[in-house]
């Protein structure tokens, strides 16, 4: 293996050992994959170019098209020409799904789930590392600078992660950064000539040889590894930063601005109650005078994987005029119409649209979508709650304790899907969830049960100071501690309710705020909450309340409901022309993606995301074969020509002149180079063979001084002798005398291998061919120039030499068909 390539290679390993360090921010690896093949093509056309060789700036730039049209093939194909060639559309997309990645950066905990957007910047990252470590450290062999980037990328995602495992990242990205360093030392040290071995000891101990200098920087290598590693901890740390994961991350200052993301509950819920002033992001009107139920609810987390909670990927339409009646609402359950009016601060952006539930209509400017299993609207490209005025009519359900305790089972569909919990749960919860409600009859006495352990029998209490806490083991914790804040309590019952077969998940927003003398109700970043939300069929997704001293009990978990609520106007029960709970679809539809609002032309709400694993491993090796092909078609006349240039030249500078008397002229036979005949040498058989060899390279070399003129706009005129038609180079050319010298030495190097009655061969014609392409790339225009490069009117040889080898094998086909029917008997020869 040369050099060169051994340095791409390591170049490509130690990319990938430095991306290694991204894989904890996102929970799958697919992305690892995708970009590995990519990084190995981008790798590759380098490699290529290299060897043809190319200049180094287009070396690069044929790198960096390459990579811009298989991140097209990838992410943007349905907007690019023959969904590879980027045009505006393209590169709207490209900024669309940047954005979103943005966006799903600061929204998510870690792992975050593989959104498009972060895929794009994930591989296009990685590729863009990719490339500047392969110019730094093979194009132009400077492997000590291609540092830079890969410390860039191990710092953004070490900056991204919460630190789990860190060393061991840092670990993988600096050996890949010192085999690059090693390889580049051992390319170095080849070019000095042979290495010797290693320093051997004496009898009396002493060194009796030199070290070898690649073993020493092995050695040096492992060392400075050693110490980068273990310097860090003996030094003290410094908390705070710009990356600090402990940070408020609700504003700059006091009474700065700043958004806040409760998509991310673990971070921003605990920030939002912590801050030193509770700042107003949201003032209400509403219809109601009992405000205890007034929950403003952004979203719900619905996706458990031990872990975290986090909402699962679902699809959005576009929204409704009047919103469908809630999943499981049955027309017994009492309920009255609530309207509400919300404005939100300036300072206030979220993704989300806070409203109360369950909503059946709103009213609202921008760029909103509809979310129909949880009943949510989400901003599309980019819009947020950030100074929105908007109104939600809302239903006040009121379900009796004996309507939830006799609710029936709920769809299998439904359950199935809000009842996992993964394998990683404790078994303390399910066995502590148990205990909790062994004297309950039915899943709503568990409920109730598990919201007052958690709220008044179970020695709870309420703190903000506690750390969220993350991994599988952190409900365990709070089990045993029994102090935290909403997020701990609405987690722990969300994951015992599962446990019991109660569909659950959690809902995030904000709890009833305050109520002021103008009758308006201010909600602020202390108002930040979280709650379990429980599924009862006939009453659909219920509202409890494990927090103590947060929010409010609800009515229906008390011992006595009361029979009515004078301060909310009961709405008309539903009649039989009353909007159906089930959407208009298809009969095909089964009722319980009915319930669940999902059947229906959903767009995805990670667009152009799926969840059916991503896009067959064929598909996108063919898309990336045909990438590779449509790019390297184009630029085919243009390598074969400096393949066969270089080809050319190289056997002229490494053949020296022929002995005196080694070429003459014999009896017209074959043997020269290039497709030009050479006559036969009446010689001995090897002076004989190294005559044909120097003639061959002298009529190569004549073959290119004509190609080369061709490609500068000077035809070849095949009928003169190369006297004549060196003489018609120099006339067209308008060469100067040393040029002209040049070329006519050239010729008649020729003239001396094909007429002279004692030829001799002469060396250094390359240079004279070289100095022909200066003149004449020196007096063409620009576009002629370009043309010669990109397509070279000389490449039509390749054409005709393909032309040749088809004829010739028709010929030996036919001739062997021909002797094989001579050889057959005549009486068979028509059979």
């Known amino acids: 293996m040369s050099g060169q390539a051994r340095m791409a290679l390591c170049a490509t390993a130690a990319t990938l050992m430095a991306a290694c360090a991204l894989l904890p921010l996102v929970d799958q690896v697919s992305w690892f994959l995708q970009a590995a093949v990519l990084l190995a093509i981008q790798t590759g056309v380098g490699a290529a170019a290299r060897r043809v060789p190319l200049a180094r700036p287009l070396t690069v730039t044929v790198q960096a098209l390459v990579t811009l049209m298989l991140l097209t093939l990838v992410f943007a194909r349905e907007h690019a020409f023959i969904g590879m060639i980027p045009g505006p559309d393209a590169f709207i997309r490209f900024a669309d799904l940047l954005e979103q990645g943005t966006q799903d950066v600061g929204r998510y905990a870690i792992p975050a789930p593989l959104s498009d957007g972060i895929e794009l910047m994930?591989?296009?990252?990685?590729?863009?590392?990719?490339?500047?470590?392969?110019?730094?450290?093979?194009?132009?062999?400077?492997?000590?600078?291609?540092?830079?980037?890969?410390?860039?990328?191990?710092?953004?995602?070490?900056?991204?992660?919460?630190?789990?495992?860190?060393?061991?990242?840092?670990?993988?990205?600096?050996?890949?950064?010192?085999?690059?360093?090693?390889?580049?030392?051992?390319?170095?040290?080849?070019?000095?000539?042979?290495?010797?071995?290693?320093?051997?000891?004496?009898?009396?101990?002493?060194?009796?040889?030199?070290?070898?200098?690649?073993?020493?920087?092995?050695?040096?290598?492992?060392?400075?590894?050693?110490?980068?590693?273990?310097?860090?901890?003996?030094?003290?740390?410094?908390?705070?930063?710009?990356?600090?994961?402990?940070?408020?991350?609700?504003?700059?200052?006091?009474?700065?601005?700043?958004?806040?993301?409760?998509?991310?509950?673990?971070?921003?819920?605990?920030?939002?109650?912590?801050?030193?002033?509770?700042?107003?992001?949201?003032?209400?009107?509403?219809?109601?005078?009992?405000?205890?139920?007034?929950?403003?609810?952004?979203?719900?987390?619905?996706?458990?994987?031990?872990?975290?909670?986090?909402?699962?990927?679902?699809?959005?339409?576009?929204?409704?005029?009047?919103?469908?009646?809630?999943?499981?609402?049955?027309?017994?359950?009492?309920?009255?119409?609530?309207?509400?009016?919300?404005?939100?601060?300036?300072?206030?952006?979220?993704?989300?649209?806070?409203?109360?539930?369950?909503?059946?209509?709103?009213?609202?400017?921008?760029?909103?979508?509809?979310?129909?299993?949880?009943?949510?609207?989400?901003?599309?490209?980019?819009?947020?709650?950030?100074?929105?005025?908007?109104?939600?009519?809302?239903?006040?359900?009121?379900?009796?304790?004996?309507?939830?305790?006799?609710?029936?089972?709920?769809?299998?569909?439904?359950?199935?899907?809000?009842?996992?919990?993964?394998?990683?749960?404790?078994?303390?919860?399910?066995?502590?969830?148990?205990?909790?409600?062994?004297?309950?009859?039915?899943?709503?006495?568990?409920?109730?049960?598990?919201?007052?352990?958690?709220?008044?029998?179970?020695?709870?209490?309420?703190?903000?100071?506690?750390?969220?806490?993350?991994?599988?083991?952190?409900?365990?914790?709070?089990?045993?501690?029994?102090?935290?804040?909403?997020?701990?309590?609405?987690?722990?019952?969300a994951s015992m309710a599962r446990t019991l077969g109660i569909p659950a998940r959690v809902a995030v927003g904000f709890a009833p705020g305050t109520a002021q003398a103008d009758g308006t109700v201010t909600v602020g970043l202390r108002d930040a909450h979280a709650w379990p939300e429980l599924y009862f069929e006939g009453v659909g997704w219920t509202r409890f309340e494990p927090t103590p001293n947060r929010g409010s009990t609800p009515t229906y978990t008390q011992p006595e409901v009361p029979s009515s609520i004078p301060d909310l106007p009961e709405a008309s029960r539903p009649s039989d022309s009353a909007p159906s709970a089930e959407p208009s679809t298809s009969a095909s539809c089964a009722d319980q993606d009915r319930r669940l609002q999902m059947c229906g032309g959903a767009l995805p709400l990670d667009p152009g995301s799926s969840d059916d694993g991503g896009r067959p491993w064929y598909r996108t090796a063919g898309w990336t074969l045909l990438v590779v092909a449509l790019v390297v078609l184009p630029l085919l006349p243009m390598l074969w020509r400096l393949r066969r240039r270089s080809v050319r030249l190289a056997s002229a500078r490494h053949t020296g002149a022929a002995p005196p008397g080694a070429l003459g002229r014999g009896r017209g036979g074959e043997g020269g180079g290039d497709g030009v005949a050479v006559t036969t040498l009446a010689v001995e058989p090897d002076e004989r063979h190294a005559a044909e060899v120097a003639a061959g390279h002298v009529l190569a070399v004549w073959r290119e001084l004509t190609d080369t003129a061709w490609d500068y706009g000077i035809a070849p005129d095949d009928a003169l002798t190369p006297r004549k038609a060196a003489a018609r180079i120099v006339r067209l050319g308008h060469l100067d005398d040393p040029t002209t010298r040049s070329v006519h030495r050239v010729a008649g190097a020729v003239e001396q291998v094909l007429f002279a009655p004692d030829p001799h061969a002469e060396a250094g014609l390359a240079d004279e061919v070289r100095r022909l392409r200066g003149a004449l790339r020196a007096r063409a225009g620009r576009r002629t120039r370009i043309r010669a490069v990109l397509a070279p009117r000389s490449a039509v040889r390749a054409v005709w030499d393909l032309n040749d080898r088809w004829l010739a094998m028709k010929g030996r086909v036919a001739t062997g068909w021909a002797a094989a029917l001579a050889r057959r008997p005549f009486g068979q020869q028509s059979g």
């Open 122 to 493: 994930l591989v296009g990252g990685v590729l863009v590392i990719g490339l500047a470590v392969d110019v730094l450290a093979v194009t132009f062999r400077s492997a000590a600078p291609a540092g830079l980037p890969l410390l860039a990328l191990y710092s953004v995602a070490a900056g991204l992660s919460d630190g789990a495992g860190g060393w061991v990242w840092f670990l993988i990205a600096a050996a890949g950064y010192l085999m690059l360093l090693l390889a580049e030392g051992r390319d170095r040290l080849s070019q000095w000539g042979r290495v010797f071995g290693g320093a051997r000891r004496g009898p009396g101990g002493e060194p009796s040889g030199p070290v070898a200098p690649v073993r020493a920087g092995r050695r040096i290598g492992v060392v400075a590894l050693g110490i980068a590693l273990a310097v860090p901890l003996a030094l003290p740390t410094m908390n705070g930063g710009l990356l600090d994961p402990a940070g408020t991350g609700v504003g700059t200052g006091s009474g700065g601005g700043g958004t806040i993301s409760a998509v991310n509950p673990l971070v921003s819920l605990r920030d939002s109650l912590n801050v030193e002033e509770d700042r107003t992001v949201m003032t209400m009107r509403t219809s109601t005078g009992d405000l205890s139920g007034t929950y403003l609810r952004i979203v719900s987390l619905d996706d458990f994987d031990g872990t975290t909670w986090k909402p699962s990927r679902r699809n959005i339409v576009a929204v409704p005029n009047d919103l469908p009646t809630p999943a499981g609402l049955g027309p017994d359950i009492r309920r009255a119409e609530v309207r509400t009016r919300i404005a939100a601060s300036d300072s206030y952006a979220q993704d989300w649209l806070p409203m109360p539930y369950p909503p059946s209509g709103v009213k609202v400017d921008g760029n909103w979508r509809y979310e129909p299993v949880g009943m949510t609207l989400v901003g599309d490209h980019g819009q947020t709650t950030r100074g929105a005025t908007y109104e939600v009519t809302s239903l006040d359900v009121q379900p009796t304790a004996e309507q939830l305790a006799s609710a029936p089972e709920p769809p299998s569909a439904l359950q199935r899907e809000f009842t996992q919990v993964p394998d990683s749960l404790p078994g303390i919860v399910s066995r502590t969830a148990r205990e909790i409600t062994a004297d309950a009859k039915n899943p709503y006495e568990q409920a109730v049960a598990l919201q007052e352990h958690f709220a008044v029998t179970g020695g709870f209490q309420y703190d903000t100071e506690v750390q969220a806490g993350s991994g599988s083991q952190a409900i365990a914790r709070f089990l045993r501690d029994k102090r935290g804040f909403c997020v701990h309590f609405s987690f722990a019952m």
